[in-house]
């Protein structure tokens, strides 16, 4: 009896670690399984993720929209969004604004009257496209994305003038397209573009551009041809714009290029066919670029030159940006020419000649190709 009641007790002792033994192993079968739900899940997640992806650019063009489709996707997932080719109207304020990532937005070609105010939100906002409609004027509010917009352009719209302030707020901007438009002049704040590397104001009618160029020091291309009979002088500064290696000024009505143009040591390509250019004569011209440029660093040297104030303290910022070499006010008379260096001949016919030049107004020279000297 004893024997019995012992192994009973061993066997009532045991019973519990048998127990604690199918529970552990239970255990360690729930975890695993939650461990393989869990697996699962993140695959899930991921394929979700990569779904999200393709979404990210969003391209809607040429398909006749008048409208916008309600859209059933996560706007704040798009980057970049193409609507252009369509026959839009307008851009929903409460769309624009719930694009809260997008980069990169294309609406040229469309029948856009003006832009939302709402585009003010996209403070991710690098490259936009706004060309061919006809938009009058753009929204004060595009300053807002004044840290990320980069590039604009607004080539082929109805615009007679750009935001007073343009060049005070998008400070990151590099390239700035508004040709063919029906803009009278470029608002001061555009000289503080310090980003700005390409300025495209082709086929307006500008009068003038700003006086202070000095602080575009990164621009490499300005185009401010075709303005035609309404810009007919280059400000003096254009000379203090070191980075500047393209030129275009052709078919307008200047007389006279800035004696500064001398100054710019990377200037590779000037264009200057369809003016009525005096200064520098023709026969400069002819002779290319290296020869217009030291005809007019010569005369910026020539004490004549330096009658006025102004041109004096031109003088001095261009001595203090290394770009003016010459002797100022040495007494010393020169030939007209000295120095020059003779070139091979590259004749541009119709320069300097004012018959020549009303013969260039017409429409089909217009779009033919430019010729150009370098």
Known sequence: MMYEHTH??????????????????MDMIRRNKRERN??????????NNNKDNKLRTVD??????????????????????????????????????????????????????????SI???????????SANFIQSLP?????????????????????????????????????????????????????????????ARLNCLRSLPEDLENLVNLETLNVSQNFRYLDTLPYSIGLLLSLT???????NIKTLPNSIGCLQKLQKLCVDGNPLASPPLEVVEQGLNVVKEFLCHKMNSSGDQSSRKKKSWVKNFVKCGTFQGRIN?????????GFTKLKHQSIHGLASPGGFMGMLSPLRIFSPRRSFS
Do not use: W
Request: net charge negative; hydrophobic share 35%; proline share 5%.
């Open 38 to 47: 869990k697996e699962s899940n993140n695959n899930n997640n991921n394929s």
């Open 246 to 252: 393209e030129l275009d000024v052709s078919y307008n």
């Open 60 to 117: 809607l063009s040429c398909m006749s929209l008048e409208s916008l489709p309600i859209p059933s996707l996560d706007l704040a997932t798009i980057s970049k969004l193409d609507l252009s080719n369509n026959n839009l109207q307008n851009i929903p304020e409460s769309l624009t604004a719930r694009l809260l990532n997008l980069t990169v937005l294309d609406v040229h070609s469309n029948q856009l009257r003006s832009l939302p105010n």
């Open 330 to 338: 040495s007494g010393m008379k020169r030939p007209q020419h000295d």
């Open 120 to 130: 003010g939100c996209l403070s991710k906002l690098k490259i936009l496209n706004v």
């Open 8 to 25: 009973n007790h061993l066997v009532h002792h045991q019973q519990p670690v048998t127990m604690t033994m199918d529970t552990m192993k």
């Open 140 to 200: 004060q509010t595009i300053e807002n994305c004044s840290r990320s917009l980069e590039e604009l352009n607004a080539n082929f719209n109805k615009l007679s003038k750009l935001p007073d302030t343009i060049g005070f707020e998008l400070i990151n901007l590099q390239k700035l397209s508004v040709n063919s438009n029906q803009l009278v002049f470029l608002p001061s704040s555009t000289s503080h573009l310090m980003a700005l590397k390409v300025l495209d």
